[in-house]
C-alpha cells in the first residue's frame, strides 16, 4: 500500500509486524493503523527515525515559508533607491553621505536571521547601530523613522503585521 505520494504507508512493517499481531490479538485493537502506530512507538529506533524524519519535515517547511515570505516581501517593497536617499537630496548633487541601500541590506539580514522587530523603535536603534559601526555616525531620527515608517507600512499594506503585536 502506498500513499498519495507513492510512499509507503506502513515503511517499517517488516520491522514490527510481531508487535502489530500481538495489539491486535491481545491488546483488543481492531484498527490496523493504530496497531502500527503503537508498534511503532514501543519500537525505539523507530520511534526515534519517525521522529527525525517529522523534525526534517518541519524544517523544511519552515525553511519553504521563510523563502516565500522573503521572496513576497522583496517583490513587493516598492523602494527604489531615489526612496532610500537622505531626505531633500537631489540626484545628481553631492554624493550622500550616509548608505541607505547598505542599512536595506542590513533590515533584510535582520528580517532573515530573527525576523522584523515588532516595532519600528526597535528597527531605527539597531539600523542606527549600523551606521555607527559601519560610518561611524548616526543619522538624525527624523531620517531613521523614515526609512523604518517605509519598510513597516509597506508592508502593512500588504498585510503583514510584527510578531509580538
Known amino acids: ?13 517488516d520491522q514490527v509486524s510481531d508487535k502489530i499481531a500481538v495489539y491486535m490479538k491481545r491488546g483488543g485493537i481492531d484498527d490496523f493503523s493504530a496497531a502500527y502506530r503503537m508498534a511503532c512507538q514501543a519500537t525505539p529506533q523507530i520511534a526515534v527515525l519517525i521522529g ?5 519535515k518541519r524544517r523544511r517547511e519552515a525553511e519553504e515559508a521563510r523563502r516565500a515570505a522573503m521572496s513576497s516581501i522583496s517583490n ?20 550622500r553621505e550616509l548608505d541607505w541601500d547598505g542599512a536595506m541590506i542590513e533590515v533584510i539580514r535582520i528580517a532573515d536571521i530573527n525576523g522584523l522587530p515588532p516595532t519600528q523603535a526597535d528597527l531605527c ?41
Open 76 to 95: 513587493s517593497i516598492p523602494l527604489s533607491s531615489a526612496d532610500l536617499e537622505t531626505p531633500n537630496r537631489t540626484r545628481g548633487g553631492r554624493p
Open 125 to 165: 536603534k539597531q539600523i542606527g547601530d549600523w551606521f555607527v559601526k559601519e560610518v561611524d555616525r548616526e543619522p538624525a531620527e527624523s531620517e531613521l523613522k523614515k526609512f523604518a515608517s517605509k519598510i513597516y507600512n509597506g508592508l502593512r499594506q500588504r498585510g503583514w503585521e510584527p510578531k509580538g503585536s
Open 1 to 13: 500500500m502506498t500513499d498519495a505520494a507513492g510512499n509507503p504507508s506502513f515503511p517499517y512493517f
Open 52 to 56: 527525525q524524519k517529522a523534525n526534517l
